[in-house]
T-cell receptor, first 114, second 114 residues
Framework: GENVEQHPSTLSVQEGDSAVIKCTYS??????FPWYKQELGKRPQLIID?????GEKKDQRIAVTLNKTAKHFSLHITETQPEDSAVYFC?????????????FGKGTHLIIQP | NAGVTQTPKFQVLKTGQSMTLQCAQD?????MYWYRQDPGMGLRLIYY???????DKGEVPNGYNVSRLNKREFSLRLESAAPSQTSVYFC?????????????FGPGTRLTVL
């Protein structure tokens, strides 16, 4: 089955700086890669996703890049703000997040220092 | 539109007791999922239902059973609870058709097995 590795487990950055979280996956058939943000005690919420036919996607301060050859994808957050503090999870799926569920990484605790 | 709802929010069981976690969605989604979240482990797929009338095992199905009661409802049953099943359980749903396959999560059930 699919295996998703995520690094780092904790990331502390100064407010206004950029943060990068990296994930690798093992199943070359995976074609959908979402990123979820989870605040303490809350449910995971999708912040951005990318499909295998796209190399990069941006949404305001958030961007995701995908390298299918190397089987890795990354989340980039620019101009970090206190409200970005949370746990971020990457995930992978063969079926576009539809039929067979998602395989998640273990999460990155992002801390924004004032 | 309530989205994905789960009951109960909290539950404490003794080893060997049984219980059913309930999940319902009002978004007319075809696919539904059960995940468990343990500290430092990310979310792991227990069971999923790609469409009404079908269910399949995920990564960690042992000790659980599921029922897709209708298109809206997907329940998770613990027949004989064990301390290793202490976890936060999330239900999720997604629309299968079309490009928008985002998984929407419920608020979670925090289960403690003594």
């Amino acid at each position: 089955g699919e295996n998703v590795e995520q690094h780092p487990s904790t990331l502390s950055v100064q407010e206004g700086d950029s943060a990068v979280i990296k994930c690798t996956y093992s199943d070359s058939a995976s074609n959908y890669f979402p990123w979820y943000k989870q605040e303490l005690g809350k449910r995971p919420q999708l912040i951005i996703d990318i499909r295998s036919n796209v190399g990069e996607k941006k949404d305001q301060r958030i961007a995701v890049t995908l390298n299918k050859t190397a089987k890795h994808f990354s989340l980039h957050i620019t101009e970090t703000q206190p409200e970005d503090s949370a746990v971020y999870f990457c995930a992978a799926s063969r079926t576009g997040g539809g039929a067979d569920g998602l395989t998640f990484g273990k999460g990155t605790h992002l801390i924004i220092q004032p | 539109n309530a989205g994905v709802t789960q009951t109960p929010k909290f539950q404490v069981l003794k080893t060997g007791q049984s219980m059913t976690l309930q999940c319902a969605q009002d978004m007319n989604h075809n696919s539904m999922y059960w995940y468990r979240q343990d500290p430092g482990m990310g979310l792991r797929l227990i069971y999923y239902s790609a469409s009404e009338g079908t269910t399949d095992k995920g990564e960690v199905p042992n000790g659980y059973n599921v029922s897709r009661l209708n298109k809206r409802e997907f329940s998770l049953r613990l027949e004989s609870a064990a301390p290793s099943q202490t976890s936060v359980y999330f239900c999720a749903s997604s629309a299968l058709a079309g490009p928008n396959n985002e998984q929407f999560f419920g608020p979670g059930t925090r289960l403690t097995v003594l």
